[in-house]
């Protein structure tokens, strides 16, 4: 135990001893918990522009207009009773969408007719047709209920029932809130996968160098030691300051974290065994965080692959977690649910470590 505690302890003294090792298993992890969140600070997206075009200039449109007016995710840029004027303004991009008040939109409402009011909207940007939608449709339908309450005993009219969405886990329905929580494992998992690659890099440029049991359980317990505090920073302080949904699951998220940076560490530790320098590991860092980050499914549902690349992507033990954690820390699910990505993690852990020690104590150079 005592020689463990002395290989633990070096093993610190050797890292902070490398400013490049120590800025990136420790300080990185500071820094992308500020900065990374800075970018979706503004997770919705808000004063969209809109061209209204109003061919009946009634009361009703009049209300409708005031109503739209009063959503914060759009901002009438224009009113208009010419629907060219406003498509040419669509095409140039003065606007992302345009609102059509019909002229006879208040005699069918009177008479309970089928037609109504028309919405059209670019598709340049899917999350700002969302909000144009969702802030337009809020509004019109609160103003068209209260004009019909007036012709209730003579028209049958009445609005589409609503449906009200009700994310799993991002309640507001934040980019930040979706983003930041699937990224952070991935924080984790690159920084633990390129200091450990330079750390062990560094040691084997001693030719000499074949670490004892003693010395590789130090070097582990160190680099679990850091990650796990990494973790917890991560899932509880900077979700917290961020306002990100957390703590949905916090004794499955306490048992998980080891379980997955051990598999990230002893896949690193037989990773590392190939690097003939330290700086090799930034050309891993490279071409693989984009790559990891793609095929975690969270940016593209892994139903919409083909199915090599689903196979693929399972197998990774970076997707595993990263979906392992958004089920534990967002979605609050039990711990029993992600028994199988543990058992797999585990697994995958263990025969990475018996490689990895093979290679680094028997294996020629």
């Known amino acids: 135990m005592k020689a463990l505690f002395r290989h633990y302890i070096q093993t610190f003294k050797d890292i902070v001893k490398h400013s490049s090792i120590f800025t990136t298993l420790v300080l990185s992890v500071f820094l992308y918990s500020f900065f990374y969140p800075i970018a979706y600070q503004a997770e919705h997206a808000d004063s969209l522009p809109i061209i209204v075009v109003d061919e009946e200039q009634s009361i009703l449109t009049n209300t409708i207009i005031g109503a739209v007016a009063n959503s914060p995710n759009v901002e009438i840029r224009a009113v208009t009773g010419n629907f060219a004027e406003?498509?040419?303004?669509?095409?140039?991009?003065?606007a992302d969408g345009i609102l059509l008040l019909p002229s006879n939109l208040s005699n069918s409402i009177r008479r309970g007719e089928t037609g109504g009011i028309g919405l059209?909207?670019?598709?340049a940007n899917f999350l700002k047709t969302q909000k144009i939608g969702l802030g337009l449709a809020s509004s019109m339908e609160n103003a068209l209920v209260e004009y019909a309450e007036k012709f209730q005993n003579i028209s049958d009219f009445s609005p589409a029932l609503s449906i009200h969405k009700i994310p799993l886990f991002n309640p507001l329905s934040g980019y930040g809130s979706y983003i930041f929580p699937a990224v952070a494992p991935l924080i984790i998992h690159q920084t633990i996968l390129l200091g450990l690659?330079?750390?062990?890099a560094t040691y084997r440029q001693n030719?000499?160098?074949r670490p004892s049991y003693t010395q590789l359980?130090?070097?582990f317990l160190c680099i679990l030691t850091i990650g796990t505090l990494g973790c917890f920073y991560l899932f509880g302080f900077t979700f917290w300051l961020n306002d990100y949904p957390r703590g949905g699951n916090f004794w499955g998220m306490f048992i998980a974290v080891p379980i997955f940076l051990s598999c990230i560490?002893?896949?690193?530790l037989y990773l590392a065994t190939f690097l003939d320098l330290p700086e090799r590991a930034g050309h891993v860092i490279v071409f693989s965080s984009i790559p990891l980050f793609l095929l975690s499914g969270t940016a593209w549902p892994?139903?919409?692959m083909p199915e090599w690349m689903q196979i693929l992507a399972q197998a990774l033990p970076s997707t595993q977690g990263i979906q392992m954690f958004l089920q534990l820390n967002q979605m609050g699910v039990p711990t029993v649910i992600v028994i199988?990505?543990?058992?797999?993690?585990?697994?995958i852990g263990l025969i990475f470590l018996c490689l990895a020690v093979w290679r680094l104590k028997f294996a020629k150079r």
């Open 340 to 347: 199988p990505k543990l058992l797999y993690l585990t697994s």
């Open 197 to 200: 690659c330079m750390l062990i």
């Open 120 to 123: 059209y909207l670019s598709a």
């Open 265 to 268: 560490i002893a896949m690193t």
């Open 207 to 209: 030719t000499t160098w």
């Open 86 to 94: 406003a498509e040419n303004m669509l095409r140039s991009q003065q």
């Open 302 to 304: 892994h139903a919409a």
């Open 217 to 219: 359980a130090g070097i």
